[in-house]
Each structure stands twice: as C-alpha cells, then as structure tokens.
C-alpha cells in the first residue's frame, strides 16, 4: 500500500514559480511511478509530468515542456514539480499519483494509477 501527502500549492502571480512535494510512503522499488495530474473546473483531469522511481526518467505533457521540472529524492521518498513561468491556465488543483508497475504507453493516463494523494491547489491570477 502506498501514501501520498502533497503539499507546496498556492497563489501566485502571472511569471511566477511554485514548487509542489510528494511525500510517499510504502513499496517505492522496481516500477514504481510517480505522476502529476491536474484539473480545472468542469475539465478533465490532464497529465503533468512524471516519473520512474528508479531509473529518473521523466515525461511531461505537451502544456508544461519546458516550464515544469519533475525530479525525486529517493532518500526523502519525495517527489517534486518546479513549476516555473506559471500561467492563468495552470489553476488547477494539482494531484499526485502513483503506480507500482506501469508501462511508457500508460504513464499519461490517470485511470491507471492505483494511488492518490488529496490534491494542493494552484491558483495564478494578478
């Protein structure tokens, strides 16, 4: 069993930068994957980033390349997402997931994550 406690959302300006945590807790070996997804009102829940624990590989959705970096501690067991040059349409509220087994055509999608955390709120607005 794992469990994930997010913390790091806020307010933030247009431009500004956030940094989101991801503490886990339980298996975190062999396939384990950490992922970040997020959603705004009335959307659907939208891919992130992610992570493989082991290998660091990392993957991104094509809305954040270039803006948000994902990386891990694997001595904390926590897993991070700077956010930089954040944009109205970042609000979301930003969820962490996570999967011991999961391959590169799953990663992106939220219904196969088995674990949740309970999500931080990302607000950027002037």
């Known amino acids: 069993q794992v469990q994930l406690v997010e913390s790091g959302g806020g307010l933030v300006q247009p431009g500004g930068s956030l940094r989101l945590s991801c503490v886990a807790s339980?298996?975190?070996?062999?396939?384990?994957?950490v992922g970040w997804f997020r959603q705004a009102p009335g959307k659907e829940r939208e891919f992130v980033s992610a992570i493989r624990w082991s290998s660091g590989h990392t993957y991104y959705g094509d809305s954040v390349k270039g803006r948000f970096t994902i990386s891990r501690d694997k001595v904390k067991n926590t897993a991070f997402l700077q956010m930089n040059n954040l944009k109205p349409e970042d609000t979301a509220v930003y969820y962490c997931?996570?999967?011991?087994?999961?391959?590169?055509?799953?990663?992106?999608?939220?219904?196969?994550?088995?674990?949740w955390g309970q999500g931080t709120q990302v607000t950027v607005s002037s």
């Open positions: 339980g298996p975190t070996s062999g396939r384990f994957v």
């Open positions: 997931a996570a999967d011991l087994y999961l391959i590169q055509s799953s990663i992106g999608n939220f219904a196969q994550y088995d674990y």
